[in-house]
């Protein structure tokens, strides 16, 4: 088992048809992701990658029996993007567009809670992030494939290249990978550290947790609440931004300190006081995580 | 981006909030003649500058004719100002704002924010105002009055109507503050702000409901649908920022002296701090973005070396779609096109490593390898302190 995608997702592109969506969408293909279909508004009916492309969403999943939605849509369509693969049914969306205005995202997000409320079980992953990669069986998301080794460490994180970062230290360590979730880095987004956590813990692959934070919110407090009450899985973590100046917006929307929220010391201490093994030196954390779990890991080849 | 209270104020008053009259503004070189009185003042000079403590730092004065207000806001362009929320360093005064002085009674304080774990905007609201929220949340965190906003309705009459009693509004101006209250959270969602401020809002000694100060954070990537904000400097960042965000580069400039250009956020975050750790000090943040092209990591070289406190560089860069031996003609192609005169120290790590590496090795160009980030920091560290 896995979390959120394995061998039989089933996924539709918003935004096939275009640059990023096209070569994402090729690159997913190449790992062997199945891409049933594409959605671009006006080219419904013809075919790209090989992929049949279709006006909606609605079509895309009732025609090819798409599950999951991966969306490239450019920053002002995102947010109707995502809300129309939600009314589609799509089970899991997972937006990578960067720049979606915050407005945008919290009408998003009241409407996912109404819809949520209403039984329905809709996970976003995202915006802004760079997807969902379950090693060997799906890659949704513009991460490259080849670093990632199936294994038993889930990882979830908030940046890009820092997840890449991560994965690449556990693989040449021998420590295989679950699933790695990027939940991106915009103030408001889709699922947040303790939702991922909730999954992993209950995921009989994974087997232990690393957690890539940054500075601004409280994702990092929330989710060391979570793991110190409910959580039996090893959590090893990383957060950076601790030498960024306040009130400066490093990169990502999200990645800022406010006054006195969001700084790096307290999402420090609390990952601590839950007992997770905090590194401090980014270079360390696969080392950190080998350390403590070679003995009951079965090491992967790199 | 931040707004100067002026520029707040100008977005207040489509939406009707009570304000005193605005005499004007005044930039660095214009004549104070250019502000037109008329009434009676006194009048209030406030140097419009993007930190709080403005009045303790001699940045607010008053004056009762309009001759000292012509003086004292002459006197205020281009002076030096330093507040307990600049970390130290002095602000240029480059605009003044004249107005109409308040006769303040009562001070409250009335802010929207973003509620970044419910996703929502949330009105917050305090009977005492006239200090920061921090503090307020410090000294007297029980006077603190949250409200959440559904961003479909906007804020409710009878939430409204809540907030009056909570902050002891007197039946007087009862309704006149919650159409004020209401107005600041449509305009929070329709002008797609992060932050606004109303801090203090003023009940007069003649019992009258009156704007003092406006704080407004928008949202830079709904600029595409607010036209009218695109044309406004961005106060908060320097000549170099302004300059890369043109070109598309992510840059924010620091007191170090080590150039840093990274792809992406995070591990550019990550590497700032991993060159504290190894005993330096970053001279900037610097996303490069996913492509790192030759054209980009040229405009990255280009900006970071226009810092003249840089001593070396560091590139770290995890190639991933984009492999590492094409990064590494970037660089080569790149350091031809630009005079970098520092030493060079490259961290290249993911797919087509070893062949990226060699590139850069038989390149002729004089670069520093490493192959952890924590090597490449202690090596780029050791080469600032040489140089």
Known sequence: MSILLNKDSKIAVHGLTGSQGSFHARQCLDYGSKITAGVTPGKGGTEHLGVPVFNTAREAAEQTGANVSLIFVPPPYAADSILEAADAGMQVIICITEGIPVMDMVKVKTRLKRLNAEGKNIILVGPNCPGVITPGECKAGIMPGYIHKKGAVGIVSRSGTLTYEAVWQLTCHGMGQSTVVGIGGDPVQGMNFVDTLKLFQHDRQTKAVVMIGEIGGSAEEDAARYIKECMTKPVFSFVAGKTAPPGRRMGHAGAIVEGNAGTHASKVEALKTAGVTVVENLSEIGKAAAAKLKATLKPVKK | ?387
């Open chain 2, 1 to 387: 981006m931040k707004l100067l209270e002026y520029e707040g104020k100008e977005i207040f008053e489509k939406y009707g909030l009570p304000m005193q009259k605005r005499i004007g503004v005044l930039k660095i070189g214009d004549s104070s003649e250019k502000l037109k009185f008329d009434g009676q003042g006194p009048w209030v000079i406030k140097a419009q500058v993007l930190a709080g403590g403005r009045g303790k730092a001699g940045g607010v004065k008053i004056a009762n004719t309009a001759d000292t207000a012509r003086e004292l806001a002459q006197k205020m362009i281009g002076m030096q100002l330093i507040t307990h929320q600049t970390q130290g360093r002095a602000l240029t005064v480059e605009e003044v704002l004249v107005e109409e002085a308040s006769d303040i009674g009562r001070e409250i304080y009335l802010s929207v924010v973003l509620d970044r774990k419910e996703g929502a905007p949330v009105v917050i609201a305090s009977a005492e105002g006239g200090m920061s929220i921090e503090e307020l949340a410090k000294t007297r965190p029980e006077l603190i009055v949250k409200t959440p906003v559904d961003p479909n309705c906007g804020l409710l009459d009878f939430q409204a109507r809540e907030l009056a009693f909570n902050l002891k509004i007197p039946a007087g101006i009862f309704h006149e503050f919650t159409e004020l209250a209401k107005s600041l959270v449509k305009l929070f969602i329709e002008q797609d702000a992060n932050l606004v401020e109303i801090n203090p809002l003023a009940i007069t000694r003649t019992g009258k409901l009156v704007v003092i100060d406006s704080k407004i954070v928008t949202d830079d990537n709904a600029l595409f649908r607010h036209k009218e904000l695109t044309s406004k400097p961005d106060h908060e960042a320097s000549e170099i920022e302004k300059e890369a965000k043109t070109i598309g580069i992510n840059y924010i400039g620091l007191d170090g002296d080590i150039g840093c250009m990274v792809n992406g956020a995070g591990l550019a975050m990550a590497t700032l701090d991993t060159v504290k750790l190894a005993g330096g000090n970053a001279a900037n943040f610097l996303d490069v973005g996913g492509g790192a092209t030759v054209e980009q990591i040229t405009k990255a070289f280009q900006i970071i070396l226009k810092d003249a406190k840089v001593k070396a560089i560091l590139i770290n860069i995890f190639g991933g779609i984009m492999k590492c031996d094409n990064i590494a003609v970037g660089v080569v192609e790149a350091s031809k096109k630009v005079k970098i005169g520092v030493p060079l120290v490259v961290r290249l790590e993911g797919t087509n490593v070893e062949r990226g590496r060699e590139i850069l090795s038989t390149s002729g160009i004089k670069i520093e390898q490493a192959n952890s980030l924590w090597e490449a920091a202690q090596k780029a560290v050791k080469a600032a302190a040489g140089n």
